[in-house]
C-alpha cells in the first residue's frame, strides 16, 4: 500500500504563485509514476503533470510554462510549483502515485483558488 497526502493549497490572487507537495508513504520503492490532477466543479479529472521514477516530466498544454513538476531525492515527496495562476486553474488538486503493476493510489486533495 502507499499513502499520498496532498498539502499547499489556499486562496491567490491571479497572477499568483502556490506549491504543493504531495507526501508519500509505505511501500514507495514500487512506485513508477506520481501524477498531479485536478477537479474543477462540474467537470471532469484532468491531468495536469506527471513524473517518472526517472525524472522524465510530461504537462497538460493548459499548463506548461507556468507549473512544474518535481520530486525530492528521497522520492517520497512530490511537489507542483505553480506560477502566473489563472482563475480557470481553480480545482481540487489530487496526488496520485501509480505502481509498477499499474495499482493507483490516490490523496484526498487540497483546494486551490484563484480568484481577486
Known amino acids: 500500500q502507499v499513502q499520498v497526502v496532498e498539502s499547499g493549497g489556499g486562496l491567490v490572487q491571479p497572477g499568483g504563485s502556490l506549491r504543493l507537495s504531495c507526501a508519500a508513504s509505505g511501500s514507495i520503492l514500487y512506485i513508477n509514476v506520481m501524477r498531479w490532477y485536478r477537479q474543477a466543479p462540474g467537470k471532469q479529472r484532468e491531468l495536469v503533470a506527471g513524473?517518472?521514477?526517472?525524472?522524465?516530466?510530461n504537462y497538460a498544454d493548459a499548463v506548461k510554462g507556468r507549473f512544474t513538476i518535481s520530486r525530492d531525492n528521497a522520492k517520497t515527496t512530490m511537489y507542483l510549483q505553480m506560477n502566473n495562476l489563472k482563475p480557470e486553474d481553480t480545482a481540487v488538486y489530487y496526488c496520485?502515485?501509480?505502481?509498477?503493476?499499474?495499482?493507483?493510489?490516490w490523496g484526498t486533495g487540497t483546494q486551490v483558488t484563484v480568484s481577486s
Open positions: 513524473i517518472t521514477s526517472g525524472g522524465s516530466t
Open positions: 496520485n502515485a501509480v505502481w509498477y503493476s499499474r495499482r493507483e493510489f
